[in-house]
């Protein structure tokens, strides 16, 4: 009884697309490894697999040429080994944030008040505990700072010799009048009873008496003279006034130029603190900017170094070419059917040989060729495989979700006895680690929920291939 290719594959289209994918080089394939096990359709009714006619093809390389692959699986192998070995040690750093501030410190202030000519910071910390405090902790530069700010405006009191602007002492005309008045009437009163007394005796001498008209003519005239007098003596303490107040406007003015020219040292000075600040904040984060990129590179470089393992040259395989068979009874086209069967199976060993051989090691999970990607994938479903066991784990989380997922060496479903066992992860543990983005399932496969696949270029480095199954499978 012989295997109806055609009408397995008309059962079975998702086997028809996975055998245009060079997933498998047969429905027969197909069926030996899974279809049988899963109960697929379009197979004659007790039909054997083991009962077709078996072929197996030997491809002896040159003896140079298989020297070469011989050291390139080697050459791959002691890759994957350092990439695992590279792998532990990053564990538990991989998706850590950067303690910048504890390895670097704290940022640099900008700049600081500096202080001025005659300033004495200490002095007015020490008569300001609070302002003191805010130094210390940070929440201001300087006490200098703080008396620019907010101190004068509060009235705190600048420490001894700070210069500040003078105020003209505008009271000093009208007390300097009233001494010149007090000064001049003291001499006058004395002089006026003088004469006020000689007047009256003069007129008794006369004759004249008081209430008489005479005698208060004269007490008139004297009385004006008096009146003058005292009138001329306080325009005299006027112009004293006028003249001091003149003199005060004078040494104002020679206070405030002397005033200006120091402003301006402690400008001069300030303006020179200020860049000298700028000068060294700069400076503070040029330092800090060349460690940030040591303690960057420190964290990158063990990366690369993984990222060289596991994107390494792949080996250049030879074309093998499917040697002649004999042709097999009982017809002629069953014949030619089985020898390109043959042929076709000993092509997918090699391939098969060489994926093994490249996945021995973690460095084959990333690589750029990802050996047949779509095969690679399709085996990434924990259903399909057994003989597994656990050899590590890798963590795949995202920043939400920073999980391992372990790494297995495992048998597919299938695979003759003593097939070398293989290295990969689960794609039901990369979901659950939260990376869905780096699975995806075929349709089709009689598996519920379809085969998962695994993309281990998104998986390992974050930048999922946008890829898509041909014939209507669905990412």
Known sequence: MQFDEAA?????????????????PSGLEHYRQYGRNEGRLGVPAGYDPNAEDQWSATIILDPAEQRILDLQRAART???????RALEGLRGRIGAPLDIAGQLGALPSPMAIAPTIGWDEEAYLRANPDVAEAVRTGQLSSGFEHYQRWGRAEGRQAPGGFLEAPAPNIGYGAESRQRVEEALFG???????????????????????????????????LARAESDARLALVAQAGQEE????????ALFGQQMAGQQFRLGQQAAAFDQSRAASQLGFQQDMDVRRQALAELLAERQIPMQELAAFLTGQQVNYPNFITPAGAQVAPTDVMGAYGMQQAGQQAAYNARAQEAAAANAGVASLASSAIMAAALFAAMSDERTKENVEKVGEIAVGDDDDDEDVGVYLFNYKGEPPGTPRHLGVMAQEVERAGRRDAVFRVKGTGMRGGTRFVDYA??????????????????
Do not use: C, K, S
């Not at 397995?8 to 498998?24: E, H, K, Q």
């Not at 002691?78 to 695992?84: F, I, T, W």
């Open 8 to 24: 397995y594959r008309a059962a079975n289209p998702d086997v028809a697309m996975a055998i245009d994918l060079g997933m498998f």
């Open 458 to 475: 998104a998986l390992l480095f974050g930048a999922p291939q946008q890829r898509r199954m041909a014939h209507g499978a669905h990412a």
């Open 242 to 249: 006028a003249l001091q107040a003149q003199i005060a406007q």
């Open 78 to 84: 002691v890759y994957g080994e350092e990439a695992v």
């Open 187 to 221: 001499r006058l009163e004395p002089q006026l009873a003088r004469q006020r007394e000689a007047l009256e005796t003069r007129l008794r001498a006369q004759g004249l008496t008081p209430g008489t008209e005479a005698w208060r003519n004269a007490m008139d005239d």
